[in-house]
């Protein structure tokens, strides 16, 4: 069984930054992409910023300029760096992983349970 777990969320000025890190852990399964989304009451929730396994990396174009992705591959773990943070971006930020348990097998997601980030003066 795969899990993920976020931390670093927390309280910011606007104009701060705050870094998110997500692990992924378990046993014999490799990760095609981690990323991580975002979701307000009522909302969908929708992609921040992905890295697949190869390094390449997506962003919402909201977040574009501020934000970063990073991944450590050997130790499963992707890092959300967000700067110039704004009311805007306040919201439960959720880690996912896309994994297979070994070639040819299929993907599965697993979802972590969410770290909130408030943006505030």
């Known amino acids: 069984q795969v899990q993920v777990v976020e931390s670093g969320g927390g309280l910011v000025q606007p104009g701060g930054s705050l870094r998110l890190s997500c692990a992924a852990s378990g046993s014999r399964f490799s990760i095609n992409a981690m990323g991580w989304y975002r979701q307000a009451p009522g909302k969908q929730r929708e992609l921040v910023a992905v890295i697949t396994s190869s390094g390449s990396t997506n962003y919402a174009d909201s977040v574009k300029g501020r934000f970063t992705i990073t991944r450590d591959g050997a130790e499963n773990t992707v890092y959300l760096q967000m700067d110039s943070l704004k009311p805007e971006d306040t919201d439960i930020y959720y880690c996912?992983?896309?994994?297979?348990?070994?070639?040819?097998?299929?993907?599965?997601?697993?979802w972590g349970q969410g770290t909130l980030v408030t943006v505030s003066s």
């Open positions: 996912n992983a896309v994994a297979y348990l070994r070639p040819g097998s299929g993907y599965f997601e697993v």
